[in-house]
T-cell receptor
Framework: GAVVSQHPSRVICKSGTSVKIECRSL??????MFWYRQFPKKSLMLMAT?????????EQGVEKDKFLINHASLTLSTLTVTSAHPEDSSFYIC????????FGPGTRLTVL | GNSVTQMEGPVTLSEEAFLTINCTYT??????LFWYVQYPGEGLQLLLK?????DKGSNKGFEATYRKETTSFHLEKGSVQVSDSAVYFC??????????????FGSGTQLTVLP
């Protein structure tokens, strides 16, 4: 089956710094990837749709200048949390399309 | 718009008990329906799916039947195991063009199975 990886699996950073999370489709090419945010004991909230070679489409209420998405190749999308604050601490999950959605294992971000 | 409503958890069962997690949906068009499972500290894995009315998805002893008349997709398992402890998400993809790939998730149901 299709495999999606994320790196890092967990990261701790200081408030005000930026953190980059990578999402890779390992055995298929994905023109579309999705970024989700999951709060404790809550469902997944779609943040944005990442389109290879074009700008990402952000969901309402998601700050595009804070959550920078780059989908520079058919196997890699990155999410950069800029000037991170403690309220950005969350579990971030990406997914990629290969007939159906395949999810990465998630990245646990903790901002101190 | 699209929405998915799941029974609220947490659900705690003894091993070998029968499991039902209710899921109902609201959608225009003809959605495909999914159940995903999330084990502690991991991402989501597709458990089963059904793409049209009366289809039954099944995997690892879990089953769910796409009921268009009741707009439901309840998850069932006849005998749960400790290893089934996880969070279960019901989801749909609407078949309407332009949004066909965007999943709408329910709120998730935490299942704990005790030995």
């Amino acid at each position: 089956g299709a495999v999606v990886s994320q790196h890092p699996s967990r990261v701790i950073c200081k408030s005000g710094t930026s953190v980059k999370i990578e999402c890779r489709s390992l055995d298929f090419q994905a023109t579309t990837m999705f970024w989700y945010r999951q709060f404790p004991k809550k469902s997944l909230m779609l943040m944005a749709t990442s389109n290879e070679g074009s700008k990402a489409t952000y969901e309402q209420g998601v700050e595009k200048d804070k959550f920078l998405i780059n989908h520079a190749s058919l196997t890699l999308s990155t999410l950069t949390v800029t000037s991170a604050h403690p309220e950005d601490s969350s579990f971030y999950i990406c997914s990629a399309i290969n007939n159906e959605q395949f999810f990465g294992p998630g990245t646990r971000l903790t901002v101190l | 718009g699209n929405s998915v409503t799941q029974m609220e958890g947490p659900v705690t069962l003894s091993e070998e008990a029968f499991l039902t997690i209710n899921c109902t949906y609201t959608a225009t068009g003809y959605p495909s329906l999914f159940w995903y499972v999330q084990y502690p500290g991991e991402g989501l894995q597709l458990l089963l799916k059904a793409t049209k009315a009366d289809d039954k998805g099944s995997n690892k002893g879990f089953e769910a039947t796409y009921r268009k008349e009741t707009t439901s997709f309840h998850l069932e398992k006849g005998s749960v195991q400790v290893s089934d402890s996880a969070v279960y998400f019901c989801a749909l993809i609407n078949g309407v063009a332009g949004s066909a790939r965007q999943l709408t998730f329910g709120s998730g149901t935490q299942l704990t199975v005790l030995p």
